[in-house]
């Protein structure tokens, strides 16, 4: 009866045993996946515990909500602790961090410079270097390591920010190439605009001399190009004047003028060019504004050419203008191809041009309406867009009044 009693309490012992290893297992495999505020740390003899106090704890919320990974090695660069940030960045689960030996997560050809930081800061108290972080997937991260050394109970360790230099360095990249395209615009633009000048002025001698001849269809064919030397002059002056926008150079002159006389003469030029399109418009009173009147009629021939451009057959362009207050404002309506509402905020931004299969057929460098822009709000005032796809768009532009 004995021998029963004893194998029972063998089999209760037992039992117990492997509820407590079961339980082990589970605070351990928690703590690895940041689930229990503590570190576990693996040792060649066994496992070593720390708990964080109750006051580290919020602490411990901030560090894992952080966009920079977070993590504590000791001397044998073990990773006592890592928010899930850093698993991120590793593209590993945060129970295949904690642990384990924080240069093997390191590329080959930077552990040498890893160990140098690390050593470096057990020297110092401090150091910071930039690594590249390769993953599987073929993303190619770079990342700087900022370490420093901090105290937990009787020893030291060293905390560890990793942040991630990826949209930084694109940054970079990206500016660094605006740059060189800006030079290179500037210097072609400069470099294109005297030869441009040579070739018109012979096209216009030759033009004058064939009518003088009599022979009009070479002079009808030298007209023709005429018109696309004047196309590409005004492409240079685009690019041109943003550069002088950019550089504050580019003057303004200030007059007082009359509006829709202005308005008027516009309409009359671009018509004589705008053989397609029939250019109707709707005046109010006539007001005295003051500007540049040269650039303010550029922007209005601007929206002529792009109603008249992105306008199908032989539709009408309508130029209207109305005064509220203290202000006059002008619009240009045409019954184009439209404008996704996407892009619409977007087509006042330098070389902007609508992506779509019918607009890619249209040429131009998107500089004509940047331009209109900071020229109306260098006035004072302001543009806006209405449009909808299939339907056209309604350019149009407000100014202050001549006091």
Sequence with gaps: ???MQTYDQLLSRIEELETQVTESHEIIDAIRKGEVDAFIVKTNDAHELYTLRSADKSY?????QMNEGALTINENNIILYSNTRFAGLLNVPLENVIG??????????FRLLVTKLIKACWEKGESKGEVVLSRKEGIVLPLLLSMNTIQMGGSKAISIIVTDLSLQKESQQHKKAMDKKDEFISI????????VTSIKGYVQLLRYNFEKEGNTVAAEMLGKVDTQINKLTSLIGDLLDVKKMENGQLQYQQESFDFNELVMEIIEETQRVIVNHSIKYKLAETKMINGDRNKIGQVLTNFIDNAAKYSPGKTDIVVATKTVDNTVSLSVQDFGIGIPADQQSKVFERFFRVNGEKENTYAGLGLGLYISSEI???HGGNLQVQSKPGNGSVFSFELPLSH
């Design 1 to 3: 009866m004995e021998k």
């Design 60 to 64: 411990r919320v901030f560090i894992e």
């Design 100 to 109: 384990f030996d924080f240069t093997k997560f390191m590329p080959q050809a």
């Design 188 to 195: 072609a633009s400069h470099e294109l605009k005297t030869p």
């Design 376 to 378: 109306i709000k260098r």
